[in-house]
């Protein structure tokens, strides 16, 4: 007789404080700042792009020339007479004939200014001009026809610069539109920080988030935010004044018309529009308690670092920070805060240093922030980094430094294949509670899909049920422009008027609204098995390629280490080359197969010297296609890394990495050894990797439960990843109640490679209903991939 199916939460016996378990994290790449969640709507306001952030830029990048009937003009771009030392460059219009008007124009981002019928808009500018000073200048909201969406005019009554302000009404709605600037008379007209702002912006702030992206923020309702990077911060020079210095928080403070444009690591330019006050506004404005990421003095893109003896300034950073988010008026970075419109404390809890960060000389100076921020603010809790791997000699020195330091906390990055995270869904079973606590600031599973979101749900069950020992988490990137794509997955996706929340936004909103407080004991009964992969070994076929370099190779030598048989591909001596110039040339050689092999238990071994190139090489094994297959990455990542990767589908996961930087000019022996699902690399003898490429073991059901203290609520998550469904009983366990009320949210019926998009935005989408029931308990059918949550009152 098959034993019926429980599940039974023990609403008495409660664990571990779930406390601010589940935020978001914003970095502006995808164009996320700039041409999204910031309002403005004019591209390069300022008339600073330059070849430094992106190389077609330049001073007029989304600007073009205005001449109307026989007017003539010459624009020019012009820095003698700046607006100020940070903004050196304005525009200069020679009016050369009036005609019916000559000037310039503005594209905005994506496919032009998006404006709505009867709404307003802000526009500003910086003006000045050597004559004509009764002349106004008009100012239009035009569509691609050239028909007036909205007009106002301003008279630039000086030479010296003077800021205008006027509000123009769409009288269409029109999301290419373009804005214009026209004027007659004689001689220059200058003009700079030119801007236009919805009226209507998140909580109606000046300078403030554009409504819609920002509403589907707060609908989140997020534990935290984390900001501004990622990777844009330490990417740099250590010079706070350089264009494309390291973030540096003071930068981006005060009057925007005061702030130095710069260079975003992700190839574009970074107005810091939305800066460091805006942030703590937007955090308090959605609920999120800030979380703050600071550089540590190291570049590990360039590697470049602050010398020991000069890191006084960049721990000032930090801990004047937390006096500009805590500290009181009375105190120097308080006051500032208060002159902004602020008088009270953003409560800032905690401040992290550094992000993926790898190398010793981080980790060399990682402590002296730590001890000078745990001597001034006791209280704030200090997160360090473990670099962008799972696992390998950097998350490891992450770690120990951790350790050693005593950090608050770890914060850990992988994005990998959907059964990467189905085999690691109990990666944090073991950890410890009187340890640092896991801040996972970065996970992702390769894709929009329903599939990927029902994933990401198991997982993060994984992450509620070890909260003794993981204390934030969460998903990345948050946000991407359509038509400003550096990276996918997105949470969320937009364009110039719209915008969306894939199917992972809604796993998370799911997650954050019904995270409860504190976790509750469930055992579950009657299930039945895990749904278990046959181990299978690596087999398949092996190849070589180069990474834009050129590599000779030779003394091939795949044994059999069951048997000792022995295959040395026939004395194979060969080059390798995917140089620049071979690409130009139609010389290259990139790749070579090596054949296949059955064998369970192998070792493959050859010797490589790189003639010339950046990188290095990879050693594909396994094979089975090109979209599933380990490779053993060589001198990757800007030549810096030894790396064992899995591809499943073609969605990739680094299983392991350590440091390695392939050397020019020098044979080095590689050796690559297969055991099962047991992995271990050598370079010239040396062990670099080992790891295990775990395949999925399939739960038949995940779940875990929570206890609200506000509402008393029981909330109850239990995510079914099989092809089938699983009926089972709910049992709540010493709950002094005899009926229930029972509030469901559920995610199912949908296909596994369903997507929300601007045509479909709502396909995949919670659905939710209500029953009520009497005694302690309910018989409930989790439908094939489903995500289902119950609140019981």
């Not at 200069?92 to 019916?100: K, N, T, Y």
């Not at 002296?368 to 962008?388: L, Q, R, T």
């Not at 490891?396 to 294949?417: C, I, P």
Request: glycine residues 8%.
């Amino acid at each position: 007789m098959k034993t019926q199916a429980t599940l039974s939460i023990f609403t008495q016996e409660r664990g571990a404080q779930l406390g601010d378990l589940f935020g978001i994290f914003f970095e502006d790449l995808n164009h996320a700042a700039d041409g999204g969640l910031y309002a403005e709507l004019i591209q390069n306001r300022s008339f600073e792009f330059d070849p430094i952030d992106r190389a077609e830029y330049h001073a007029l990048t989304a600007w073009e020339k205005i001449e109307r009937g026989s007017g003539k003009a010459e624009i020019t771009v012009e820095d003698s007479h700046p607006l100020n030392s940070r903004n050196l460059h304005y525009v200069a219009i020679d009016i050369l004939s009036e005609g019916d008007g000559v000037g310039i124009m503005n594209l905005g981002f994506n496919s032009g200014i998006p404006v709505k019928q009867g709404e307003n808009y802000l526009f500003s500018v910086y003006a000045r001009r050597d004559t004509n000073f009764s002349e106004p200048v008009i100012v239009t909201i035009e569509g691609l026809d050239g028909t007036v969406h909205g007009e106002a005019t301003i008279t630039v009554h000086s030479s010296e610069w003077t800021k205008y302000e006027i509000t123009i009404t769409a009288n269409a709605t029109d999301y290419s539109s373009r804005l214009v600037i026209v004027a007659k008379g004689k001689g220059k007209l200058y003009l700079d920080m030119v801007s236009l702002f919805p009226e209507r912006t998140f909580r109606n702030r000046p300078n403030g988030m554009r409504e819609d992206i920002a509403a589907l923020l707060a609908d989140l309702k997020p534990k935290f935010m984390r900001f501004p990077g990622g990777c844009l911060i330490h990417d740099g020079s250590l010079n706070p004044d350089d264009r494309n210095s390291m973030y540096r928080w003071k930068n981006t403070l005060g009057d925007i018309a005061q702030r130095p444009a710069r260079r975003n690591n992700w190839s574009y330019n970074q107005t810091l529009g939305l800066g460091y006050y805006e942030y703590f506004l937007l955090c308090e404005d959605i609920g999120a308690k800030p979380i703050p990421i600071l550089p540590g003095g190291v570049d590990p893109h360039h590697k470049r670092m602050v010398p020991l003896e000069e890191l006084s300034p960049w721990i000032d950073d930090a801990l004047d920070l937390i006096e500009f988010a805590n500290g009181d008026p009375s105190t120097k970075w308080g006051a500032i805060r208060a002159e902004l419109g602020h008088p009270e404390p953003f409560c800032l809890e905690y401040i992290g240093i550094g992000n993926e960060e790898v190398g010793e000389p981080f980790f060399e100076r990682y402590p002296y922030f730590h001890k000078a921020i745990k001597e001034k603010y006791p209280d704030i809790k200090v997160i360090n980094s473990s670099g962008p791997f799972a696992a390998g000699s950097e998350y490891e020195r992450g770690w120990n430094s951790a350790k050693e330091n005593q950090s608050d906390l770890v914060d850990e990055h992988y994005y990998q294949s959907p059964e990467w995270f189905l085999a690691n869904y109990n990666r944090y079973d073991a950890f410890k509670a009187d340890e640092p606590k896991v801040f996972l600031g970065e996970y992702a599973t390769w894709g929009n899909t329903y599939y990927n979101a029902l994933v990401e749900a198991a997982f993060m069950t994984g992450l509620e049920k070890n909260a003794h020992a993981v204390e934030l988490a969460c998903y990345a990137p948050m946000l991407c422009n359509v038509d400003y794509v550096n990276w996918k997955p997105d949470m969320i996706w937009f364009n110039n008027h719209e915008v969306f929340g894939s199917a992972n936004y809604y796993v998370q909103k799911l997650f954050m609204h019904h995270q409860g407080d504190q976790l509750l004991k469930v055992e579950a009964n009657g299930l039945g098995e895990k749904q278990d992969q046959t181990v299978k070994p690596i087999i398949g076929a092996f190849a070589l390629e180069t990474d834009h370099c050129s590599i000779r190779f030779r003394d091939f030598k795949l044994v059999n280490n069951d048997t000792g048989e022995t295959k040395d591909f026939n004395g194979l001596s060969t080059e390798l080359t995917h140089t620049k110039e071979d690409r130009l040339a139609g010389t290259l050689k990139q790749t070579l197969d090596l054949g296949e092999t059955d064998w369970e238990n192998y070792t493959l071994s050859l010797k490589a010297t790189k003639i010339s190139g950046p990188k290095g090489f990879n050693i594909y094994f396994g094979k089975q296609g090109d979209t599933n297959q380990l490779f053993w990455d060589i001198g990757g990542w800007q030549n810096q890394d030894s790396a064992l990767c899995s591809s499943v589908n073609g969605r990739t996961s680094c299983l392991t990495q350590s440091i390695y930087t392939m050397e020019t000019d020098i044979e080095h022996e590689f050796t690559l050894e297969v055991s099962g699902r047991q992995i271990r690399t050598y370079i010239d003898k040396v062990l670099f990797n080992e790891t295990e490429d775990k395949l999925p073991v399939i739960e038949p059901l995940y779940y875990s439960a929570s206890f609200e203290h506000a509402t008393g609520d029981v909330i109850i998550k239990v995510v079914n990843v099989q092809e089938n469904s699983v009926h089972a009983q709910v049992v709540l366990e010493d709950l002094q109640k005899t009926s229930l009320t029972v509030d469901v949210f559920e995610m199912s019926g949908h296909a596994l490679d369903d997507e929300n998009s601007f045509s479909s935005p709502e396909r995949v989408l919670p659905k939710q209903k209500k029953f009520s029931t009497e005694g302690r308990s309910f018989s409930y059918d989790f439908p094939k991939h489903s995500i289902t949550i119950f609140r019981v009152k």
